[in-house]
């Protein structure tokens, strides 16, 4: 049934959004803690040096350190405890007098640059209007410190932080394959359970359409015999307004009941049923013309066709012929007195499409809200005082029917008129 298809797949999209929501949000989270706590380490890192004097002294060998260690703060502690961290970690750093001329450069602890290269790095980094961040050099990511001394001289710690990028991205990258494969694996197993899911409500519904089309076929033979007896009682005492008002209940209950075996009918047909040939669209607009001239005209309305010869498309026209019945029963009955209706076939903007539309006058519906005139038994007179007979279910026999086609139907309201359309494949 189409309506539990939609049902399954609305279903499994929901569920999927949210699952997606919940892992995008929670790796998210998790790779920006790790972004920032590894960012927070290389500052830590450039900090630690920096207030070394622009060194990392060995945590086992104090003295092999150079004069640039003389500048040891006392109180300050290791930022990694582990006695190869000094050796792990690359960097340089410059120490500029109070003219911001190059006073002093060490490299010692780096192999990418030269003093010359890392003289000229640094200007990048000293051009910057931060006192840290970050810099790119070729696929190589570098931190950058700027400390200012006492002597009113500056001092730039330049440090490697590609390893600590490089695991950060990689850790990106397997969170979102590990996200994408949980998510995946989340809809196809959900997708497995969802008609487990959802059965309770497709048995309901079953059960609601079996009661539906049991109770009107149960209907039929009570107002038969009641619409029989009341003829019968015209045929021997004459016409009177107690027959006219019974025979004609009898045939709206009789209406009624036909409309609800056709929605349940729509619902339960599948599309392996559907005959879709390419048929000749004017003929059966003519049809439907002469079937609805003669009550448009007994409202004082006027129905008028048009449709250019030799126009075809291909669908179901058994289904395509009732939605366009129920298009123009609805549209008989709203259309203003003295109004028109208009049936038409014209080719779509888009290539083998044909627009198939019921408009009509309809001054009072300038602020209706046409979002719900497909639902079932919704009538935009809530009091059900309107002179205009309905039981607010035809438009959502048309859609059901649409639906079932594959052809959209949609409505709108230009200039004192509404229009309901019909786009059909023409091949």
């Known amino acids: ?45 450039m900090t630690y040096i920096s207030q070394n004097g622009g060194v990392m002294p060995s945590r086992y060998h104090p003295s092999d350190a150079s004069s640039w260690g003389k500048d040891f703060l006392p109180g300050v502690t290791w930022p990694e405890d582990t006695p190869e961290f000094a050796y792990q970690t ?48 070729n696929k190589a990511r570098y931190g950058f410190m700027k400390t200012t001394l006492s002597d009113g001289g500056t001092l730039l710690v330049i440090l490697d932080c590609t390893r600590e990028f490089s695991d950060v991205h990689t850790f990106l990258s397997y969170s979102v394959w590990f996200g994408f494969f949980c998510i995946l694996l989340y809809v196809i197993i959900f997708a497995f359970l969802s008609n487990r899911a959802i059965a309770p409500f497709v048995r309901n519904l079953e059960n609601q359409k079996r009661f539906i089309t049991n109770a009107s076929h149960e209907l039929k033979t ?29 045939r709206r209950m009789s209406g009624l009941i036909s409309h609800l075996i056709l929605l349940s009918k729509a619902g339960e047909t599948t599309k392996a049923q559907l005959q879709l040939v390419s048929f000749p669209v004017k003929p059966m607009l003519t049809h439907l013309e002469e079937d ?3 009550l448009a005209k007994d409202q004082d309305k006027k129905l008028l066709l048009s449709c250019e010869e030799g126009l ?50 309809y001054k009072e519906g300038a602020h209706v809200d046409y979002s719900r005139f497909f639902e079932r038994f919704y009538r935009n007179d809530e009091s059900h005082n309107s002179q205009k007979a309905g039981y607010g279910i035809g438009l959502s026999i048309a859609r059901e029917l649409s639906s079932l086609l594959s052809i959209p139907l949609t409505v709108e309201y230009k200039d004192g008129r509404i229009a309901f359309v019909l786009t059909v494949r023409m091949k």
């Open 312 to 361: 075809t498309a291909r669908s179901d026209e058994k289904y395509v012929s009732e939605i366009l019945h129920i298009l123009l029963d609805n549209a008989v009955k709203y259309c203003d007195s003295k109004g028109t209706i208009l049936l038409s076939a014209e080719r779509g903007k888009k290539k083998d499409t044909l627009l198939l539309s019921v408009s009509n006058d």
């Open 292 to 294: 609805f001239s003669l």
């Open 222 to 250: 009570p107002l038969a015999i009641i619409s029989v007896n009341a003829e019968a009682m015209e045929m021997i005492n004459g016409k009177n307004q107690w027959t006219e008002g019974i025979i004609k209940q009898v």
């Open 90 to 137: 690359r960097y340089f750093s410059l120490r500029l007098d109070s003219n911001n001329r190059i006073t002093a450069v060490n490299v010692k602890n780096i192999v990418a640059f030269s003093e010359e290269q890392a003289v000229e790095f640094a200007r990048t980094a000293l051009s910057s209007p931060q006192d840290s961040g970050f810099l790119q050099k």
């Open 1 to 45: 049934m189409n309506l539990i298809k939609r049902l399954r797949r609305r279903f499994i999209f929901l569920a999927t959004l949210a699952i997606f929501i919940i892992v995008a949000g929670a790796l998210g989270l998790i790779n920006m803690m790790g972004f920032y706590g590894m960012r927070q380490h290389c500052l830590d890192t």
